[in-house]
Nanobody, 116 residues
């Protein structure tokens, strides 16, 4: 079993920044890639960013490239997306994700609201 707990969401103005966190437990964190997804009201969940197990390789959705940076601290079992230059269209519930042995694990999400 893997447990993922997101934190750091909140209300921010357009152009502002937020740093989310996802704390993982239950497995050897450093063995697995970690990802972030988001879901806006009335829309499907979409990919945001991903980082490989050792943090050397990252991947981003086109909509966040150049604004979001994903990183991880394997000593703390935590993954962080730093979100800068936020836009109203970034408003969503943000979810942490990992896949272990073909099973996807999700946190409960953290709300990010960007006011215009």
């Amino acid at each position: 079993q893997v447990q993922l707990v997101e934190s750091g969401g909140g209300l921010v103005q357009t152009g502002g920044s937020l740093r989310l966190s996802c704390a993982a437990s239950g497995r050897t964190f450093s063995n697995y890639a970690m990802g972030w997804f988001r879901q806006a009201p009335g829309k499907e969940r979409e990919f945001v960013a991903r980082i490989n197990s050792y943090g050397a390789i990252t991947d981003y959705a086109d909509s966040v490239k150049g604004r979001f940076t994903i990183s991880r601290d394997n000593a703390k079992n935590t993954v962080y997306p730093q979100m800068n230059s936020l836009k109203p269209e970034d408003t969503a519930v943000y979810y942490c994700n990992t896949r272990v042995l073909d099973t996807d694990y999700w946190g409960r999400g953290t709300q990010v609201t960007v006011s215009s």
